[in-house]
């Protein structure tokens, strides 16, 4: 089974996915393994890996190292493509749709396609979407984007019915790692109701009920990072919460 044929079964038994956020840039090689070891015993689904700026060369190191500890996919976050190696299961091959910075739509892209192909990695065509969270997130800084604005979900569906139109498996609502605010139920509800793809949502989700709130919005997979490097413990509240069929 692909990595895509398993979310999109574990959306159609469980009612939404859940997905933990792992940075490799976080200097993290010792917590890295109970990082993984919480997220395997809580029910997670899956891992994204990667993050918008690497400080160090040891990135290929720390996915070899998640990869060995985890028992469930390891899906590679494309922060660039220096972060590109063969230990991950699939990748979400993004293009940062929310933005007008030609690099982040494709320059980037097809820097990296020769490298995915020689790789044999499985990829997911998906389009961003940067939302304003509040926080001017690192995304923003790094992309060159301005994020759309929260209070804007005409914007959100004009942007994220392009992406579907132009064959994007899964469209991706960030609020940004350390959002202020989440991505607003109202923006969710509008872009869920217009599209036919599944739609992932992260940023600012720090607890259960947060995520609950996202997914009964329409929201088909739920991400969190930031808030389980600081409380590995909420990822079973977050799991029940998103697992809302079981």
């Known amino acids: 089974m692909s990595v895509f044929s398993h979310l999109d079964s574990v959306i159609g038994k469980k009612g939404a996915a859940y997905v933990v956020l792992i940075d490799p840039d976080r200097k993290n090689e010792d917590s890295l393994e109970s990082c993984v070891d919480s997220a395997n015993q809580s029910g997670v689904d899956a891992l994204f890996v990667g993050g918008s700026l690497m400080m160090d060369g040891k990135c290929t190191e720390r996915v070899k190292q998640i990869k060995q500890a985890s028992d469930i996919p390891v899906i590679f976050f494309p922060g660039g493509v220096g972060q590109l190696n063969s230990y991950y299961d699939a990748m979400l091959?993004?293009?940062v749709i929310s933005g007008r910075n030609p690099h982040y739509l494709i320059g980037e892209q097809v820097i990296a396609a020769p490298m995915v192909k020689d790789l044999g990695i499985e990829t997911i065509p998906t389009g961003y979407m940067l939302m304003d969270g509040g926080a001017g997130s690192t995304v923003?800084?790094?992309s060159g984007t301005r994020p759309i604005?929260?209070?804007r979900p005409d914007i959100a569906v004009a942007h994220a019915l392009a992406g579907q139109y132009l064959g994007m498996k899964l469209i991706y609502l960030e609020a940004g790692s350390g959002a202020k605010e989440s991505v607003?139920?109202?923006?969710i509800e509008a872009v869920t109701h217009n599209l036919d793809i599944p739609v992932i949502v992260g940023?600012?989700?720090r607890n259960g009920q947060i995520a609950s709130e996202k997914v009964k919005a329409g929201a088909s997979i739920i991400v969190t990072g930031t808030v389980i490097e600081e409380n590995s413990n909420?990822?079973?509240e977050i799991t029940d919460a998103v697992h809302w069929k079981e």
């Not at 607003?184 to 923006?187: A, K, R, T």
């Open 184 to 187: 607003s139920e109202s923006v």
């Open 93 to 95: 091959f993004m293009s």
């Open 149 to 151: 604005p929260m209070n």
């Open 234 to 236: 909420l990822m079973s």
């Open 203 to 205: 940023g600012g989700i």
């Open 140 to 142: 923003e800084f790094m």
